[in-house]
């Protein structure tokens, strides 16, 4: 079986930059989630009430991604980035994990910003990757951190 990195990024890269890193010395595949319609800065300007990332949370809405993963049943092993929106994976994020099959899978969240820390995020997350044999979360800010905590779950 294989391992693969999810990840979400979102304005300043910080995310992608840490997936990419991390899935290449560990010798994963690596998947962006992107959303159908981009976020500007506009967007993601969270002090605006109005703000995009504001009344998609407010109205707890989907948020359509472009892109599937064709080969889901060849990973056993998910690693799953984003930066930390309102205590919780970003609704985008949870999105793409409603169109997969999670049973059985041992899925590992790592969140690479987030001024109130990881909190309740893998249970927050739960719900919508349901059947997943393992769930944990981090809050981690380089690759390196990642690593380390990647090679303590072996």
């Not at 969240?109 to 997350?125: D, P, Y």
């Amino acid at each position: 079986m294989k391992t693969i990195v999810i990840y979400f990024s979102a304005e300043f890269g910080k995310t992608s930059a840490v997936a990419a890193d991390f899935a290449k010395s560990a010798g994963a595949d690596l998947f962006e989630i992107v959303p159908e319609k981009p976020y500007t800065k506009q967007d993601l300007n969270y002090m605006n009430p109005l703000a995009r990332c504001n009344k998609e949370f407010a109205a707890k809405k989907d948020v359509p991604v472009q892109g599937h993963i064709e080969n889901w049943d060849e990973y056993d092993k998910v690693f799953i980035g984003f930066p930390i929106w309102y205590g919780h994976a970003p609704n985008v994020v949870q999105t793409f994990c409603k169109g997969y099959d999670w049973n059985g899978k041992k899925v590992y969240a790592f969140a690479t910003s987030g001024g109130s820390g990881i909190g309740k995020t893998a249970e927050k997350l739960a719900p919508y990757v349901g059947g997943a044999a393992v769930l944990e979360a981090k809050l981690t800010q380089t690759a390196d951190a990642l690593k380390k905590w990647a090679q303590e779950l072996d």
